[in-house]
């Protein structure tokens, strides 16, 4: 074991009667008594270096070696012994006492008529003196310094209505003079009900949202289930044909398939949209319940106009489902196509596309978009002028690649 330490691990300081415990770290007798005081409750130690635990608290080893029993003798003036660790210090996300000196305990209440934060010894006078009869004490807040006016450095008690702001007393003398003033605590209860209503339409958004989601899914359900028994079908009546029908069976597969993921992309984008805006609403709700609740008026007042004002500004569109978007309608032109035969079998494509083409699945009802939509509808919702194929080139020239959601083009292989 090697005794080369000179600092208390806990206190930091020189250490002054040393103890060491069985894992071999060595510590002041006062700092590892307070340590383990603390831990009694539970029944388990630990060491406060290496972290090992004890069943039981063990017992000390004093050291009593020469390089130690030097060190006293050699130091002069004899210091003071550590202070005893204390662990209910204020730190960096605790709020602290106002009126320790020095390093500071953590508060425990906030007075909102002293404006000030105390520790548990310091809050003792607000119990026993008539004096704080009438304060009125809640949970540490740290955010005082909103709690005061900034020109006359007194505590915000009014709200002015006229000028939409909290105010002191010594605000309504002058620079508020003859307006339209009630209590922060008036104003709070009034603006308590607005902020229901407003959750109650936060409420009715998300409701809304996820019975789009559920339209959506059903719908994206159905599509699938239609393409894939158009398939079946199709190529069971493809299997019918002569063989010089074959290469109209493929542009049937891949135009069911193309416009389905085509579709689908649309689909996906919206719900990843959809799924965005759910969970934005479910946080502001979630940060008007938390608002609903707080003790500080003030701080109820200056955060609830900037939430009601972003939930005003926004206009979230709306998603429109086609439930009778289907593939049946290929399914009826492959069957007249069995019956025509070649010679009509590229009109009888020609006439499938432009079927699917102008049927709608899912679109983005958005009353500012609209005029832009019908300027430049996306290609998946519009058929391009053609002129009507009379042999093969002109149908693979009539042939063009789907575009996703976003735009972009998706390749295939004729």
């Not at 060595?26 to 603390?38: A, E």
């Not at 662990?87 to 106002?98: E, H, I, K, M, W």
């Not at 006229?162 to 009034?190: F, P």
């Not at 958005?366 to 042999?391: G, H, L, N």
Request: aromatic fraction near 6%.
């Amino acid at each position: 074991m090697s005794f080369e330490q000179d600092a208390c691990f806990l206190c930091k300081e020189d250490l002054r009667d040393p103890v060491s415990i069985p894992c071999g770290h060595i510590f002041c007798s006062i700092c590892l008594k307070t340590y383990w005081d603390h831990a009694d409750h539970t029944g388990s130690y630990l060491c406060p270096q290496c972290k090992v635990n004890y069943n039981k608290r063990p017992t000390p080893r004093r050291i009593g070696g020469s390089r130690y029993g030097t060190l006293n003798r050699n130091s002069e003036p004899f210091p003071p012994p550590p202070p005893s660790p204390d662990y209910n210090y204020a730190g960096p996300q605790d709020v602290g006492c106002d009126i320790c000196i020095g390093k500071k305990h953590k508060a425990i209440k906030t007075c909102l008529m002293c404006l000030a934060s105390y520790c548990e010894k310091h809050l003792k006078p607000h119990f026993e003196s008539a004096t704080f009869k009438r304060h009125k004490l809640v949970d540490e807040i740290g955010h005082l310094d909103r709690q005061i006016c900034p020109q006359h450095q007194k505590g915000l008690e009014l709200f002015c209505r006229t000028d939409q702001m909290c105010i002191c007393v010594l605000c309504t003398v002058k620079e508020h003079k003859g307006h339209d003033m009630v209590s922060a605590e008036q104003e709070r209860a009034e603006e308590q009900q607005r902020l229901g209503a407003t959750q109650a339409e936060i409420q009715e958004k998300i409701h809304d949202r996820l019975k789009q989601m559920e339209e959506l899914k059903q719908a994206v359900d159905s599509l699938k289930n239609s393409a894939q028994r158009a398939l079946q079908e199709c190529e069971k009546m493809f299997g019918d044909m002569m063989r010089s029908i074959e290469r109209m069976q493929q542009e049937m597969a891949k135009l069911i398939s193309t416009n389905k993921r085509a579709a689908l992309s649309n689909a996906e984008g919206h719900m990843e949209r959809l799924n965005h805006e759910i969970a934005d609403l479910k946080r502001r709700d979630s940060e008007i319940t938390q608002l609903s609740r707080t003790e500080d008026h003030i701080h109820f007042i200056q955060t609830y106009h900037m939430l009601i004002a972003q939930n005003e500004a926004e206009e979230l569109p709306s998603v429109t489902v086609n439930p009778y978007f289907s593939f049946g309608p290929v399914t009826k032109a492959v069957s007249e196509m069995k019956q025509h035969m070649n010679e009509f079998s590229n009109d009888e494509l020609v006439k499938v596309a432009k079927t699917v083409n102008k049927m709608t699945f899912c679109e983005l009802d958005d009353a500012k978009k609209k005029q832009s939509i019908k300027a430049e509808e996306a290609p998946m919702y519009k058929s391009m002028p053609v002129r009507e194929p009379q042999y093969r080139d002109d149908f693979l020239r009539y042939h063009r690649p789907a575009r996703n959601s976003r735009g972009y083009q998706v390749s295939h292989q004729l």
